[in-house]
């Protein structure tokens, strides 16, 4: 399976460390972003955990659940919880999917349909189990980004591109390169000048088909 922009996110049913889910039922309303690494206690990933742990009220303000997916088991997910809150001085408080039947990493494309784990695997096993996958309320799958083990991943990038995917949705609107919150936004080529101009006010017309507005405030 090929998963696209816009198709719908794979459901699932998983244990995590905070009990079992059905993946569309715990969503709900909300947006989500669902994120993978190769291998619990490992350097980079240990890091990253602990960034999206520090960064629980930026989530909670744009109506947003995280959740993590391993290959390892719960009880690798417990001890090296541990590890993460001494690394980032905060409470981890989303769960971590337990994978250990690597359903969800084929579900979501992640690894191969005939993969498979050797006993006594290392993180370069599963080192494709590294991707991100931002998920809108209606359960479509909106953005993608997968990382090599050796890079961590920006979740301030995360950060912005959600912002950027929900004001998109709420304006009617897209974003420009390096576009951030409180910039100009471009009119999509299905709306005329004159309809955005009656609908978001001045046009600032770069060329026929690159014209931009100020973003309506929230």
Known sequence: MTLR???????FTARTNQGEIRFHDWIGDHWAILFSHPKDFTPVCTTEFGAVAQLADVWAARNTKVIGVSV??????LRWIGDIETVCGTKLA???IADEGLAVSKAYDMLPAEAHLPDGRTPA???????????DPQKKVRLT???P?????????????LDALQAADRHGLAMPADWHPGADAIVPATITTEAARAKYGEVEEILPYLRKVRLPAA
């Open 149 to 161: 083990m050796t890079v961590g991943r920006n979740f301030a990038e995360i950060v912005r591109a």
């Open 125 to 135: 096993d599963s080192a494709t189990v590294r991707a991100v996958f931002i998920i």
């Open 94 to 96: 989303f769960p971590i």
């Open 72 to 77: 390892d088991g719960l009880d690798e997910h």
């Open 5 to 11: 922009i816009n198709d719908t996110a794979p459901d």
């Open 145 to 147: 980004m997968s990382y």
